[in-house]
């Protein structure tokens, strides 16, 4: 089994796949981390922990006891004990002290993977699939106790943690901090790898070498954000997408973040990643527990391409759930880029009937068919239907789109409330606000405050009638602006810092409520275009609308960061107009699909206006999507270009588990006069099998040859150009 207790010198060995994770109990009973890597045999590696040398053990030499507190590589680091590093953990007590001394308790080892209240975390799908360890660790002043758990999947090279604190004593205790994992690497010679944007342009990868004191990301807008992704990659200065040594984590929350590194005076270097203990708290009443979010943590000896199909195949097995988890998603025709608020049912239905005959498969109606709204400044929260627009009511709408073979979805942002809508005039109090002062607009609106039940029922009331009425197969669920004045009128005085991290909750709560009640609705997240593209949210819908600029190249960049932790398969992508409403740029209507065929696939057009030879390419273009998205979904990814490097041209591949074939993808960003075709080396290939490339059957490689020498992309004359070639195996 993946998890392994040492009793004679109190050590754990946690094997998932090819990679290692110990931890042992160190001298004073602390717990401390021994290694994290590739899988060795050994089960005892606790002279890594150097106990013998100068600074000596507590109980050896209780001078030294503050050395050995600032130099232990501690597994869960608390605060107030002489740690000066970043801790991971620390609360307020009774008397308002808040030094905290956490010692190992006892342990225990489940089989599978125990769920997280309240919470979205990875599964095992059977009890064999993985094994999780409980270290209890104690806090015997403050009377509480923390539960760290790491689970190790058998086949992933994928430890997960969290903790869960429990108030096991008589008094009132504040959580300060609580973040889900802290790891100690031995060296300091890594880089920082991060996902770093803006809205249009999310998740653009960068590089730097970590360096002395603390270094960051992080959110405080209450959600995942734009600006920074709830992920990082720590890697070996010569690590690169094939070769070296590269540690993932990722945090499978919505929310405030912090993941941070710090590189110690002993140039050691202590990483952490948990809820962003900025304007945090929670008060933990005598028998209360907390449970903190997930942490996924992946080892890859093999650079970040294999960090990232690992992440892939763990988000694709053990993290997205419901119907269409492994189904090829309804390729949908979107208006929002079409129209915008300005439509009809009327227009609607002459885009359905364009696409239907197309073979396009579903219709989403986007922002814009409640209340009265007309552009983005009144009714959210008014979840009936603008009668003006939708003549004839919904339901008659959703019926001509299906009698013409088409499925039909809907926008909503139930987290949000107008000031001009029946709701804020009904109950101004639900908006999330500090009573006294103005409230921030942001894109019109404010949030409402989803800490609170009864705003949930009453908004999930709202939307029920809606998706009961009609036969509605898809939800896009939006969430366009960021929170501001955090406070609530149902919360205490004492409990007001804990609204960020309950408004997660309460997001979590409804979409709980939602896929269980429709579990044959499709959902796909979306705010603001990629803001929330985080693995909290791809355990409620199995695909996140990547980003609003749909631009083709801008895409070639978005989703090459995107694809560091997330499957290609969750990513929302379409075919848009040109130019593109963006960034004003044309590109050829065949590279735009070639790149959306990346992620879901489908249009974001007005069919009825876009150029007769755009039209006429659609069902061709729809036949090459629907060929290859088996592929897509669960090959094996590869990233060859590399824009962020070279922005003259990009590739990518899709190599079958069982390397039967493969998709690769080139776009040639830019055209240069006189040079020669480009060569580009193939991955993931068999290399014993011969391959040839379907339009020229009579032609075979080795999958050496191929990745060794790579293929001639040929002659490709403009810019914006894209080639896909098919090997298969012979
Ligand atoms: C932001 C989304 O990303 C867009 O796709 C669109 O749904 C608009 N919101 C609608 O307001």
């Known amino acids: 089994m993946p998890i392994f207790y040492n009793e004679k010198n109190r050590s754990f060995k946690l094997t998932a796949k090819d990679t290692c994770y110990m931890l042992a109990v160190a001298p004073g009973e602390y717990l401390a981390h021994v290694y994290f890597g590739k899988a060795l045999p050994d089960d005892d590696l606790n002279y890594l922990l150097r106990l013998d040398e100068n600074p000596f053990t507590p109980e050896t030499n209780d001078r030294d006891r503050a050395v050995y507190m600032d130099t232990l590589p501690f597994e869960y680091p608390c605060h107030g004990l002489g740690d000066y590093r970043e801790h991971a953990f620390a609360i307020e007590d009774k008397k308002g002290a808040t030094t905290c001394d956490l010692r190992y308790k006892s342990y225990r080892i489940e089989d599978g993977k125990p769920a997280l209240e309240g919470l979205p975390a990875t599964f095992a799908n059977t009890p064999d699939e993985a094994q999780t360890l409980i270290i209890t660790m104690e806090d015997k002043a403050a009377g509480l106790e923390v539960d760290l758990l790491y689970t190790a999947f058998a086949d992933l090279d994928v430890i997960t943690r969290s903790a869960v604190v429990r108030n096991v004593g008589g008094d009132n205790v504040t959580i300060k901090r609580v973040y889900s994992a802290a790891v100690e690497f031995d060296s300091e010679k890594m880089d920082m790898i991060t996902l770093n944007g803006s809205w249009a342009r999310e998740r653009a990868l960068e590089r730097c070498r970590l360096h002395h004191g603390k270094q960051l990301i992080d959110s405080m807008r209450g959600e995942s954000s734009h600006q920074n992704n709830p992920f990082t990659a720590l890697c070996a200065n010569n690590a690169d997408e094939d070769s070296g040594e590269v540690y ?257 909750l309460g997001v979590y709560d409804l979409m709980n409520r939602l896929t269980t009640d429709y579990p044959h609705i499709l959902l796909e997240n979306c705010s603001g275009g990629g803001a929330r593209f985080d693995p909290g949210m791809l355990y409620f819908s199995p695909q996140i609308w990547c980003s609003d600029d749909t631009d083709a190249i801008e895409r070639l960049k978005i989703q090459y960061g995107t694809s560091m932790c997330y499957p290609c398969s969750a990513m929302g992508a379409h075919v848009s107009d040109c130019p593109n409403h963006t960034v004003g740029r044309s590109t050829p209507f065949t590279t735009r699909g070639h790149v959306a065929m990346v992620g879901t696939f489908g249009y974001e057009l007005d069919v009825t206006k876009i150029p007769q030879s755009d039209r006429d390419a659609i069902p061709a273009q729809i036949a090459e999507f629907n060929k290859y998205n088996a592929l897509v979904r669960t090959g094996d990814h590869y990233r060859i270009g590399n824009m962020f490097e070279d922005n003259l041209w990009d590739a990518w591949e899709f190599v079958a588990k069982d390397k039967s074939e493969a998709l690769f993808e080139f776009v040639q960003v830019m055209c240069r006069p006189n040079e020669r075709s480009r060569r580009i080396k193939l991955k993931g290939l068999d290399p014993e099998a011969y391959y040839y490339e379907e339009s020229t059957p009579e032609v075979k490689h080795s999958g050496a040859a191929l990745m060794q020498c790579g293929v001639n992309i040929g002659g490709l004359w403009g810019d914006y150009q894209s080639k896909i070639m098919h090997f298969i195996k012979a």
């Open 248 to 504: 993932g984590f990722n945090f499978v929350y919505s929310g405030n973040f912090v993941s941070e590194a710090e590189v110690t005076q002993h140039k050691k270097t202590r990483y952490l990643m948990g809820i962003n203990s900025t304007d945090f708290e929670w008060l933990l009443e005598p028998g209360e527990a907390f449970t903190a979010p997930e942490v996924v943590m992946v080892y890859s000896d093999k650079g970040l391409g294999k960090m990232s199909r690992t992440f892939h195949d763990l988000y694709r097995q053990n993290l997205i759930r419901g119907e269409y988890k492994d189904k090829r998603r309804p390729i949908l025709i979107n208006n929002w880029e079409a129209t915008y608020f300005n439509f009809t049912a009327e227009k609607l239905v002459q885009i359905a009937e364009q696409a239907s005959k197309l073979g396009i498969e579903m219709l989403v109606m986007d922002d814009g068919w409640f209340g009265h709204r007309d552009s983005d400044n009144s009714s959210l929260g008014d979840w009936f239907v603008y009668e003006k627009k939708i003549e004839g009511g919904l339901k008659a709408l959703v019926d001509k789109v299906n009698a013409l073979g088409m499925k039909f979805g809907i926008w909503f942002e139930p987290e949000m409330i107008s000031p001009d809508s029946e709701l804020y005039k009904a109950h101004p109090d639900w908006a999330i606000q500090v009573k006294g002062r103005p409230l921030t607009l942001c894109r019109e609106q404010y949030v409402l405050d989803y800490s609170r039940k009864d705003v949930r029922d009453y908004i999930y009331g709202m939307m029920r009638k809606i998706l009961d009425n009609a036969n509605i197969e898809y939800i896009k669920w939006d969430m366009n602006r960021q929170l501001t004045e955090v406070a609530s009128n149902a919360l205490p005085r004492e409990r007001q810092r804990e609204l960020w991290h309950r408004y997660v």
